[in-house]
């Protein structure tokens, strides 16, 4: 995964399309780490070209540790469609 991500920085994630905002929850998009669900608020950027949606964990994410983003498959974009697999992207 990657290193060196800012202990404070909102987590952004681009889709092709813009997002359909209701099917974006804490049971589609979430974050991770080893004990557990992060608490997290969500914020959305939709244009013709692409939308994003963005994370605001609730603290600051800590040092040295080991966090995975879950996007699954049950998000859509406007046009209908979903990622064709579910994702997990891992960093520290």
Do not use: K, W
């Not at 209701?22 to 914020?43: M, P, Q």
């Amino acid at each position: 995964g990657e290193m060196g991500v800012d202990q404070d920085e909102e987590i952004r994630v681009r889709f092709s399309n813009a997002l359909e905002t209701a099917t974006v929850n804490s049971e589609n998009l979430y974050l991770t780490d080893a004990s557990g669900l992060i608490s997290v608020a969500y914020t959305f950027e939709n244009e013709e070209e692409h939308g994003e949606a963005r994370l605001n964990p609730s603290a600051n994410l800590s040092p040295s540790t080991e966090y995975t983003l879950h996007v699954t498959t049950a998000i859509q974009c406007s046009n209908g469609q979903s990622p064709a697999q579910a994702l997990e992207i891992s960093f520290t």
